[in-house]
T-cell receptor, first 115, second 111 residues
Framework: GAVVSQHPSWVICKSGTSVKIECRSL??????MFWYRQFPKQSLMLMAT?????????EQGVEKDKFLINHASLTLSTLTVTSAHPEDSSFYIC???????????FGPGTRLTVL | QQQVKQSPQSLIVQKGGIPIINCAYE??????FPWYQQFPGKGPALLIA?????SEKKEGRFTISFNKSAKQFSLHIMDSQPGDSATYFC??????????FGTGTSLTVIP
């Protein structure tokens, strides 16, 4: 099946620093990637939709200047949490949509802890 | 507004039982209905999915039942095992666009 990787799997940083999370589709091309945030025991909350070569579309309430998304190629999207604060601590999950079948495959997630 | 409503929130069954998780939707334009399984600290994994042109789909011990007129679909897990203990999410999408997720069901299978 299709594989989506995320790196890093976990990261701890100090308040005020920026953190970059990578999402890669390993065996298929993804014209669209999605970034989600998940709090403990809750559902996935869509943050933004990222299309290759264009600006990301952010969901209402998500600060685009704080959560920078770049989708530079058909296999890579990055999420940068700028000037991270403790309230940004969460589980961030990306997914990639297979362009041919339209199915979404999820990455393993990145646990961000901001001290 | 919750596009996809999921129930129950949690479920406990004995090993060998058949847990059933239900989802309902409003938007008749949805054309793809997947179920995901998520273990703690991991990303969701696609279990099984159905499109509205069929009423049932089976893959191994997992079955989706789909009722287009009622706008409902459900996941059945046959011969459930302790290893099936996880959180299950239903979702719906249209034309391969944004997925709308249910609120999740925490399943515990007791040995």
């Amino acid at each position: 099946g299709a594989v989506v990787s995320q790196h890093p799997s976990w990261v701890i940083c100090k308040s005020g620093t920026s953190v970059k999370i990578e999402c890669r589709s390993l065996d298929f091309q993804a014209t669209t990637m999605f970034w989600y945030r998940q709090f403990p025991k809750q559902s996935l909350m869509l943050m933004a939709t990222s299309n290759e070569g264009s600006k990301a579309t952010y969901e209402q309430g998500v600060e685009k200047d704080k959560f920078l998304i770049n989708h530079a190629s058909l296999t890579l999207s990055t999420l940068t949490v700028t000037s991270a604060h403790p309230e940004d601590s969460s589980f961030y999950i990306c997914s990639a949509r297979d362009w041919e079948w339209g199915e979404q495959f999820f990455g393993p997630g990145t646990r961000l802890t901001v001290l | 507004q919750q596009q996809v409503k999921q129930s129950p929130q949690s479920l406990i069954v004995q090993k060998g039982g058949i847990p059933i998780i239900n989802c309902a939707y409003e938007n008749t334009a949805f054309d793809y209905f997947p179920w995901y399984q998520q273990f703690p600290g991991k990303g969701p994994a696609l279990l099984i999915a159905i499109r509205p042109d069929v009423s049932e789909k089976k893959e191994g011990r997992f079955t989706i039942s789909f009722n287009k007129s009622a706008k409902q679909f459900s996941l059945h897990i046959m011969d459930s095992q302790p290893g099936d203990s996880a959180t299950y999410f239903c979702a719906a999408s249209m034309a391969g666009n944004q997925f709308y997720f249910g609120t999740g069901t925490s399943l515990t299978v007791i040995p």
